[in-house]
Structures are given as structure tokens and as C-alpha cells.
């Protein structure tokens, strides 16, 4: 069976996450880490959360260098907060990480991971 999907790898795309006691929704960035091999047979993505909080970077995180040109409305940092979303959950594409934003962000997920 293979499903069909419009979101690849480095995709930035705003995501309907509900609040944990069911009240309410909100939407957030996140970019899009798992690979298109991953999505062949699956119905979720796995995502990094994108913060506009760029005052705080910790391990695993990357500020987004060409932030404007991957659809954010603001400076902001690729998270070390990794998650699978079911793709139902993805309201639009908003654009996609440069090839050298993603590279570092590879680079934090190794760290954060203990990959290399």
C-alpha cells in the first residue's frame, strides 16, 4: 500500500497541535525531518517544533539562518523537540529549510541523539 503525500524533508509546515486538556487548538511551525523512504508507507511525519524564541538556543536546536525564504514570519529556531504527527495534522505548507539550515540541523539531531 503506498500512501500518498504532499510534505517532504526540510518542508515547513504549520501544524494543529490540541491543547493537552482537549479545550482548545493552536497552531505552530515545525519542519518536516523524517525522510520521503519514511512517508512511503506511513501516515505521519516526523517534525522538529519551530520557536520564535531565539534567545534561548540549546542542544539540538538551530537557528534558522534563511528563516523568510522557509515561510516564517519571524527569526526563529529549529528545536531539539522532536515529535510524530500524524500528516492529517498539518494545516498548509508554509516552505521549506534551506539546504544549509537543514545540513545544521542534521548536525543538532546527531548531537541531541548521540548519532555520532
Known amino acids: 500500500m503506498q500512501l500518498m503525500t504532499t510534505y517532504s524533508r526540510?518542508?515547513?509546515?504549520?501544524?494543529?497541535?490540541?491543547?493537552?486538556?482537549?479545550?482548545?487548538?493552536?497552531?505552530r511551525p515545525a519542519v518536516i525531518i523524517s525522510?520521503?523512504?519514511y512517508h512511503h508507507r506511513r501516515r505521519e511525519a516526523i517534525i522538529s517544533a519551530i520557536t520564535s524564541r531565539i534567545d534561548?538556543?540549546?542542544?539540538?536546536?538551530?537557528?534558522i539562518s534563511h528563516w523568510q525564504a522557509a515561510g516564517l514570519l519571524f527569526p526563529s529556531v529549529a528545536?531539539?523537540?522532536?515529535?510524530?504527527?500524524?500528516?492529517?495534522?498539518?494545516v498548509r505548507r508554509l516552505g521549506a529549510i534551506?539546504?544549509?539550515?537543514?545540513?545544521?540541523?542534521?548536525?543538532?539531531?546527531?548531537?541531541?541523539?548521540?548519532l555520532d
Open 10 to 27: 526540510g518542508d515547513v509546515v504549520l501544524i494543529s497541535f490540541v491543547f493537552t486538556d482537549e479545550a482548545g487548538m493552536k497552531q
Open 35 to 37: 525522510s520521503d523512504t
Open 56 to 63: 534561548r538556543v540549546l542542544v539540538g536546536d538551530h537557528q
Open 79 to 90: 528545536t531539539g523537540i522532536i515529535r510524530t504527527v500524524k500528516q492529517s495534522m498539518i
Open 98 to 114: 534551506s539546504i544549509d539550515d537543514m545540513n545544521a540541523i542534521d548536525k543538532q539531531l546527531r548531537v541531541a541523539l548521540a
